[in-house]
């Protein structure tokens, strides 16, 4: 029989985070719901949704990170799949956007999954199994970049250059993928966006799913490959 897979989510007390962690719970991974207020979490999730428990994970600075994930680890010692889901948007054009604003996108959007996956991975390939979902945008692919707001931009195509390099550091056990969601409607998306979170989950869902002989250090819509 095989084992219950261990799925760990951040950002994942609403949105797209929260749609992802439903989806895979659904398909029985149990998962962990990373986020920042674990009393607010536990009222999301109903016994309907499949085995999610709330885990406290805040990304706003490397020595939170570092406490959060040592409590984790202490808790669930195996995880088989990463989705770094949690951002933030700074819409500020080039000359409003202050040094503050890029460090924060910087910190939440790419150094933060950049840290996750620095801890993950190697546990992850010694136990022969892992996957990585990140989640991040088409405004973060070089082809979009001058179009998206700067700081979310520079911020995602960051965490697109760390897929890619960490996908092939680890590709013998691991599937390690990017995905941009399309445009979702969630606080940062706003109510206008054309998609449902279930919708802009889909792939990540899909992503964390990949068999074997599944793809790596690619960039992914709907299921389907996109240019960096
Ligand atoms: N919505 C779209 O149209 C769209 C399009 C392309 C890509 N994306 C990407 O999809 C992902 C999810 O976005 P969303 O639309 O679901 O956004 P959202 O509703 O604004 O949710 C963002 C999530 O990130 C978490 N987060 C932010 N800063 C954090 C921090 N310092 N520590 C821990 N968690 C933090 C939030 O937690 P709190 O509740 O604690 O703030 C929340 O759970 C993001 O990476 C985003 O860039 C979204």
């Known amino acids: 029989m095989s084992q219950t ?17 439903k989806g895979l719970a659904k398909q029985n991974y149990h998962v962990l719901m990373g986020c920042r207020d674990i009393n607010a979490a536990e009222k999301l999730v109903d016994k309907t949704d499949g085995k999610i428990t709330p885990v406290t994970l805040d990304l706003s600075d490397a020595d939170a990170i570092a406490t959060c994930l040592n409590d984790i680890d202490q808790q669930y010692p195996k995880i ?34 950049f840290a996750l996956m620095q801890f993950f991975a190697p546990k992850m ?9 990140n989640v991040s945008s088409g405004w973060g692919a070089t082809s979009g970049m001058l179009e998206g707001p700067v700081a979310y931009a520079i911020s995602k195509s960051s965490l697109n250059v760390m897929t ?39 792939t990540a869902i899909w992503l964390a799913g990949l068999s074997n002989d599944g793809p790596t250090g690619e960039f992914f819509r709907d299921k389907k490959q996109i240019a960096w």
Do not use: H
Not at 5 to 21: D, E, Q, S
């Open 5 to 21: 897979k261990v799925a760990l989510v951040t950002g994942a007390n609403r949105g797209i985070g929260l749609a992802i962690a």
């Open 80 to 113: 088989d799949v990463l989705v770094n889901n949690a951002g933030v948007l700074e819409r500020e054009e080039l000359d409003q956007l202050s040094p503050e604003q890029l460090q924060q996108s910087m910190q939440v959007n790419a150094l933060a999954p």
């Open 125 to 133: 390939a010694k136990n022969r199994f892992g996957r990585i979902v």
């Open 164 to 202: 890619q390099i960490i996908a092939k550091q680890y590709r013998k056990y691991l599937k390690v993928n990017a995905m941009c969601p399309g445009w979702v409607r969630t606080r940062m998306g706003g109510m206008a966006a054309t998609r449902s979170p279930e919708k802009g989950a889909e």
